[in-house]
T-cell receptor, first 111, second 110 residues
Framework: GEDVEQSLFLSVREGDSSVINCTYTDSSSTYLYWYKQEPGAGLQLLTYIFSNMDMKQDQRLTVLLNKKDKHLSLRIADTQTGDSAIYFC???????????FGTGTRLQVFP | NAGVTQTPKFQVLKTGQSMTLQCAQD?????MYWYRQDPGMGLRLIYYSASEGTTDKGEVPNGYNVSRLNKREFSLRLESAAPSQTSVYFCAEGENEKLFFGSGTQLSVL
């Protein structure tokens, strides 16, 4: 079945770049998504990339997509303490309107 | 999380008790979802509803029932709660795979 995998934790110093990685199995998706969950809250859509793109940049966020390796990454430049959250990669399930979420990567930013 | 309202925010149940989690959306989308979130396991889909009057099982439906009362409301029922159902539950709605989530219900089953 479809699977989305992420590492569980990432710790970075404030001002450094963060890179959160994701691998997925279903390569038929039109879009791939990144969601952010702040403490005590639900998930919010952070950004997404069209599957025929290699890269998408949105202010401090850069999404890279390697379709051959089925690898998606989210880079956060100049990471701030407010970026501390859990980040979820999501891949639409084949031929349905369901999203398959990864386990989430908890990003901790320290001063 | 504007647009998706979940109640209650917290609940403690004894094993065997029943309860219903309520969810309502005001964004007029067709699809609604119930997920549970457990440490190290991410979000797992319990049930979803592609439109009013239809419901389908997700990844972990056992022990749950759902009801899509109308386009706005999608409820999740635990008929006989078990400790394994201790979790944080999220309702979501959306279209074209872009989901909007409620703020969650933290449920403990003792």
């Amino acid at each position: 079945g479809e699977d989305v995998e992420q590492s569980l934790f990432l710790s970075v110093r404030e001002g450094d770049s963060s890179v959160i990685n994701c691998t997925y199995t279903d390569s038929s998706s039109t879009y791939l998504y990144w969601y952010k969950q702040e403490p005590g809250a639900g998930l919010q859509l952070l950004t997404y990339i069209f599957s025929n793109m290699d890269m998408k940049q949105d202010q401090r966020l850069t999404v890279l997509l390697n379709k051959k390796d089925k690898h998606l990454s989210l880079r956060i430049a100049d990471t701030q303490t407010g970026d501390s959250a859990i980040y979820f990669c999501a891949d639409p399930s084949y031929n349905t309107d369901k999203l398959i979420f990864g386990t989430g990567t908890r990003l901790q930013v320290f001063p | 999380n504007a647009g998706v309202t979940q109640t209650p925010k917290f609940q403690v149940l004894k094993t065997g008790q029943s309860m219903t989690l309520q969810c309502a959306q005001d964004m007029n989308h067709n699809s609604m979802y119930w997920y549970r979130q457990d440490p190290g396991m991410g979000l797992r889909l319990i049930y979803y509803s592609a439109s009013e009057g239809t419901t389908d099982k997700g990844e972990v439906p056992n022990g749950y029932n759902v009801s899509r009362l109308n386009k706005r409301e999608f409820s999740l029922r635990l008929e006989s709660a078990a400790p394994s159902q201790t979790s944080v539950y999220f309702c979501a709605e959306g279209e074209n795979e872009k989901l909007f989530f409620g703020s969650g219900t933290q449920l403990s089953v003792l």
